[in-house]
């Protein structure tokens, strides 16, 4: 047999192998056309009902007249997104920094654990609207109200799971360490914190959605006395106005920064995770 044969023969495939790398590419090629041709539809669909059932702009603007809406108070609007996304990205970091901090803290005394993690349960079941009230009379400067709120909705799922992953090491790994002597910041840097990396960036993804969510929710409430100037403010002085078309767009831009922030947090776990995680390596597979 040539070498050529030989070569020719390696690329020929069973029907197994044809029949799942064929089953691979439908879904690669599903996963991105059937979320697009869904949301097509539902556009559509929203825009017949305006015209069937002859709703009037100012309960329930057609597609295209809010994304003139966009377009024409794009000035507005981006200016009220920046100061969204602003407290939004600053109560994250925060609560990365103290989250990951006090996780660590724990993960090396279970006393301090025990008697500080039920502060943090009691801040992440209290409703941040019946908390602020406290923020407002305590805490003078608005924006630091509002990144106080935006902070303790997205601090517990970084502790939480942070926790979880140091606790979570191998014993078999820790006693390695302990018979090779390793102090305990070394067993934290070179064993802990790198098993603990996935729950890390699992709860930073729910982290980044909790953060905007806890934004919106205090500019709400912050907003009723008009001292806020981010979307939710925007959103309320549409309803307020009959504004339907301002008030779509607003939610609009809201929607899709938490679409793009989940998006860039799930490309940063993948690059950080993708060359030893299991999770990672079955998604290249």
């Not at 205090?218 to 078309?245: D, K, M, T």
């Not at 929607?255 to 290249?284: N, T, Y």
Request: aromatic letters at 10%.
């Amino acid at each position: 047999m040539t070498v050529t044969d030989t070569n020719s023969a390696t690329q020929v495939l069973d029907p197994e192998e044809a029949r799942r790398l064929r089953n691979e590419q439908l879904e690669r090629i599903g996963s991105f056309v059937l979320p697009v041709a869904i949301m097509v539809l539902a556009i559509w669909l929203w825009d017949r009902i305006c015209v069937w059932n002859e709703i009037p702009q100012y309960i329930l603007p057609r597609p295209g007249v809010v994304l003139q809406t966009i377009h024409s108070d794009a000035a507005l609007l981006f200016s009220s997104l920046l100061v969204t996304l602003k407290i939004t990205f600053l109560s994250l970091l925060l609560a990365v920094i103290g989250g990951v901090g006090l996780a660590v803290l724990f993960a090396q005394s279970k006393w301090v654990e025990m008697s500080f993690f039920p502060f943090a349960i009691v801040l992440q079941v209290t409703p941040i609207v019946a908390i602020f009230p406290l923020i407002n009379i305590y805490v003078d400067n608005q924006t630091a109200k509002l990144l106080l709120c935006s902070w303790i909705v997205a601090f517990f799922p970084v502790l939480s799971n942070t926790t979880l992953g140091l606790n979570s090491v191998d014993r078999n790994l820790r006693d390695l360490f302990k018979l090779n002597h390793a102090s305990r910041w070394q067993e934290l840097w070179h064993l802990r914190l790198p098993a603990a990396m996935p729950y890390f960036l699992g709860g930073l993804k729910i982290a980044g959605g909790l953060s905007l969510i806890g934004a919106v929710v205090a500019e709400f409430v912050a907003g009723a006395s008009g001292q806020s100037s981010g979307l939710a403010s925007r959103i309320i002085e549409a309803g307020y106005r009959l504004n339907a078309p301002r008030l779509f767009a607003a939610l609009i831009l809201v929607s899709l920064a938490g679409i793009v922030i989940f998006l860039v947090l799930s490309l940063i776990a993948h690059l950080i995770l993708r060359r030893w995680h299991e999770s990672a390596l079955k998604q290249e597979r």
